[in-house]
């Protein structure tokens, strides 16, 4: 089994700067060497039609990077900009750019510019089917011209529920990425969601989110601050851009989460796993208190996996849900470029 990957001297250093107060954001050094393009790409949906997802293609400026890409799925109320965020040192895709990855961050339908689809339709299976497309047109070379020979797919709460999903159904990548989550969403979410406390019809929410389809639900400033963040563990900044920037979750992603996240669908991966969370995640816990340490965490989750090849967990002291957008998320940044390399 693959060494577990915890990074005791960046949590040392994240705690000295959270005591002082100050931003540790990662060196914009190197930004000049990635290129990042953005691309829709058809995609079938049976009885739905053929309709457009967009997504952002990005990598090392000099095209000399690995024949792997990593498709990159957000979560609920999420689009690519989770991955690509505009603020300096906080993009994932950037970062592993700068260490010679390729990603491709999809923006899910009714979802940044991806078409906008009635709300029922899209669902968690519509969402696995499209990572499962965009998957095979990389390793052919429709989505920017290069062939890929291996596909990663990385996904963040609902995302890795849908990339749970398409790995399970399809079996068609050769890593899989997993994070902020675990099987057990806490059970305060979990009832905070069922009685309006999280997420809002959409129009509620943002007038840039008035035109969206009927039944699309979004997340107002204080909830985002609330359940995605852990206290002093975040720059302000980055919420207010954070709540510029949120979009939707559809009504039938609402009804289907719950079938890859409590059926058996991890037992069919057999691909690498890499599952990574914050120890003040709310939203999801191991059993029924949060993932405070690597033991809770391992105990939790490593059977649900039987038949991966390999599976590595990375915790983020003092991380919230949205480990992307924590003061020391390039720890994990770090650890995931690292596991890319590694599963590569």
């Not at 999903?165 to 969403?185: I, K, N």
């Not at 900044?237 to 039938?252: F, K, L, P, Q």
């Amino acid at each position: 089994m693959r060494r577990l990957i915890l990074r005791s001297l960046g949590s040392v250093i994240a705690g000295v700067a959270l005591l002082c107060g100050t931003l540790t954001a990662a060196p914009a050094a190197g930004a000049a060497d990635v290129t990042c393009s953005e691309h829709r790409v058809p995609i079938s949906l049976g009885a739905v039609g053929t309709h457009m997802v967009s997504g952002t293609l990005c990598g090392p400026s000099s095209g000399v990077g690995s024949d792997t890409v990593q498709i990159l799925v957000p979560g609920s109320t999420y689009d690519h900009t989770y991955w690509d965020f505009p603020i300096s040192g906080y993009s994932y895709a950037r970062y592993a750019a700068q260490h010679g990855q390729t990603t491709f961050a999809l923006d899910r339908f009714n979802t940044g510019n991806s078409d906008r689809l009635p709300s029922a339709v899209v669902t968690v299976l519509a969402d696995a089917a499209t990572v499962h497309q965009v998957a095979g047109k990389l390793r052919r070379g429709e989505i920017g011209g290069k062939k890929f020979r291996k596909v990663i797919t990385v996904g963040h709460s609902l995302g890795s529920i849908i990339v749970l999903q398409e790995a399970a159904q399809y079996r068609d990548v050769d890593g899989l990425m997993l994070t902020g989550f675990t099987h057990t969403p806490s059970v305060k979410f979990m009832a905070d969601l069922a009685t309006g406390k999280v997420l809002q019809p959409a129009p509620m929410v943002s007038p840039d989110l008035a035109d969206q389809p009927l039944g699309d639900f979004g997340a107002n400033c204080a909830s985002r601050e609330r359940n995605f963040y852990a206290p002093g563990n975040y720059d302000p900044a980055v919420v207010a851009e954070d709540c510029r920037h949120g979009t939707v979750i559809t009504a039938g992603e609402l009804a289907t989460f719950p079938l890859p996240t409590f059926g058996p669908h991890s037992e069919l991966v057999t691909a690498p796993v890499m599952l990574a969370m914050g120890t003040k995640d709310t939203v999801f816990f191991c059993g029924l208190k949060p993932c405070h340490d690597m033991a809770t965490l391992r105990a939790a989750e490593r059977h649900r996996f039987p038949q991966a090849e390999s599976i590595d967990f990375f915790l983020l002291p003092n991380g919230g849900h949205d480990l992307n957008l924590a003061l020391n998320r390039t720890e994990f940044f770090q650890a995931a470029v690292e596991w890319v390399d590694q599963v590569s």
